[in-house]
C-alpha cells in the first residue's frame, strides 16, 4: 500500500503525542501531582491512532480507561486535558471526572463509565442516531478484553446487529483484566472477534502494535459498516506495559514477557524506524517534534497548576440539570 508523506506524517505525529502525553501523565502522577489514580496506555497508542485516522465529522467514539491520551488527539486541548487530570476549573468537567473522564462531545466524545462495559449501548445508541438521521457517520465503540465478557456489551453487539446499525466494535485485547489473563477467563482465542459469528458481524483479528495494519483493517471494515451493512468487529492484540493502574506491581506476570514487548512490539519505536528508513521523517524532525511537544506540555501543566480549583459549594453544579 502507497501512503502520502503527508498521511504518514501526521499519523506518526499521533502516535508520538499519545506516548509523550501519557509518559508525561505518568510521571506528573509519580511527582504527586494528580489527584487520584491514572491507568496507562503506554504501548497500545497504536490501536486508538489507527483506527481513529478513519474519523469523519459527525462520527462518535466509545472510549476507555486506557489510553487516556486519545481526547487529545482528537481535540481537546492540552489546558483542557491537564486542567480535568490536576482538578482544576480549567477541566472540561472542572475537575470532577479527573484521568478517566476527559474528553467533549464537540469532538465526537461519547465519554464512558468507570464501571467498564456497563455502558455499551450509549455508543450503540449513538449509532441509532446516525441510523434515524441518514448520515453515512458510524459510532466506535472501543473496550478491553477484560470488559468484553460483561454481558451488557452482547446485549449491545445483539441490538446493534438485529438493527444493523453503523457500529465499529473495537476490542483492545492486551491480555489483562486487570490481573487476570484472557487465556484464563475467555475461552476463545480471540476474545471478541470469535464471538462475532454469533451476532452476524464481519470480524478481523490485527497486530494492534502496527499501526498502518490497525488503520487498514479497520478501513476495510468501515467500508460496509457505513454503506448500511451493520456493525462490525476489530480486534487489535498488543500488550499492557504498565500496571493496571499506576502503583501495580504486576506480580501476576512475568517481567521478561513484558520487557519483550516493550523491546520488540514498540509501535511508536517501530513506525519511527520506518518511516525514516524510507526517507518520509529526518531523525532533526523527529527531534523537534518531540522537543516542541515536550515544551506545550510543560507549558500547559504550569497554566494548569496556576489555574483555580472550585470550592466545595461547587461540587455539586451539573449534577442535576
Known amino acids: 500500500?502507497?501512503?502520502?508523506?503527508?498521511?504518514?506524517?501526521?499519523?506518526?505525529?499521533?502516535?508520538?503525542?499519545?506516548?509523550?502525553?501519557?509518559?508525561?501523565?505518568?510521571?506528573?502522577?509519580?511527582?504527586?501531582?494528580?489527584?487520584?489514580h491514572v491507568h496507562s496506555g503506554v504501548g497500545q497508542e497504536a490501536t486508538y491512532a489507527g483506527v481513529l485516522t478513519n474519523f469523519k465529522e459527525g462520527d462518535y467514539y466509545k472510549r476507555t480507561h486506557r489510553v487516556t491520551a486519545?481526547?487529545?488527539?482528537?481535540?481537546?486541548?492540552?489546558d483542557t486535558f491537564f486542567g480535568e487530570l490536576l482538578a482544576k476549573k480549567t477541566g472540561n468537567s472542572g475537575g470532577r471526572g479527573?484521568?478517566?473522564?476527559?474528553?467533549e462531545?464537540?469532538?465526537?466524545?461519547?465519554?464512558?463509565?468507570?464501571?467498564?462495559?456497563?455502558?455499551?449501548?450509549?455508543?450503540?445508541?449513538?449509532?441509532?442516531?446516525?441510523?434515524?438521521?441518514g448520515r453515512d457517520n458510524v459510532a466506535f465503540v472501543f473496550m478491553g478484553d477484560g470488559t468484553s465478557s460483561r454481558g451488557p456489551v452482547y446485549e449491545a453487539m445483539n441490538l446493534a446487529a438485529a438493527w444493523k446499525l453503523p457500529v465499529l466494535f473495537v476490542c483492545q485485547n492486551n491480555q489483562f483484566a486487570i490481573s487476570t489473563p484472557s487465556s484464563y477467563s475467555i475461552a476463545a482465542e480471540n476474545a471478541v472477534a470469535d464471538r462475532a459469528p454469533g451476532y452476524a458481524m464481519p470480524a478481523k483479528v490485527v497486530d494492534g502494535t502496527d499501526v498502518l495494519a490497525v488503520y487498514e483493517a479497520a478501513k476495510e471494515l468501515l467500508e460496509g459498516v457505513r454503506a448500511g451493512k451493520g456493525p462490525a468487529v476489530l480486534e487489535c492484540k498488543d500488550y499492557r506495559w504498565r500496571g493496571h493502574?499506576?502503583?501495580?506491581?504486576?506480580?501476576?506476570?512475568?517481567?521478561?514477557?513484558?520487557?519483550?514487548?516493550?523491546?520488540?512490539?514498540?509501535?511508536?519505536?517501530n513506525f519511527e524506524a520506518m518511516l525514516l528508513e524510507q526517507?518520509?521523517?529526518?531523525?532533526?524532525?523527529?527531534?523537534?517534534?518531540?522537543?516542541?511537544?515536550?515544551?506545550?506540555?510543560?507549558?500547559?501543566?504550569?497554566?494548569?497548576?496556576?489555574?483555580?480549583?472550585?470550592?466545595?459549594?461547587?461540587?455539586?453544579?451539573?449534577?442535576?440539570v
Request: with cysteine.
Open 1 to 36: 500500500m502507497q501512503y502520502e508523506k503527508d498521511f504518514l506524517k501526521k499519523l506518526y505525529e499521533n502516535l508520538l503525542d499519545m506516548r509523550l502525553l501519557e509518559k508525561k501523565m505518568v510521571d506528573t502522577y509519580a511527582q504527586g501531582r494528580v489527584p487520584g
Open 70 to 78: 486519545i481526547p487529545y488527539m482528537m481535540g481537546t486541548s492540552l
Open 98 to 103: 479527573g484521568s478517566l473522564h476527559i474528553g
Open 105 to 133: 462531545l464537540r469532538t465526537g466524545d461519547l465519554g464512558f463509565s468507570g464501571t467498564l462495559g456497563c455502558d455499551a449501548a450509549v455508543g450503540v445508541g449513538a449509532a441509532l442516531t446516525i441510523d434515524m438521521e
Open 245 to 269: 493502574f499506576e502503583g501495580d506491581q504486576c506480580a501476576y506476570r512475568d517481567a521478561a514477557v513484558t520487557e519483550d514487548w516493550i523491546e520488540h512490539k514498540d509501535c511508536v519505536k
Open 279 to 320: 526517507g518520509v521523517l529526518t531523525q532533526e524532525e523527529v527531534d523537534r517534534m518531540r522537543s516542541d511537544f515536550d515544551h506545550a506540555m510543560d507549558e500547559a501543566i504550569l497554566r494548569a497548576e496556576a489555574a483555580p480549583e472550585m470550592e466545595p459549594e461547587e461540587i455539586y453544579d451539573g449534577l442535576y
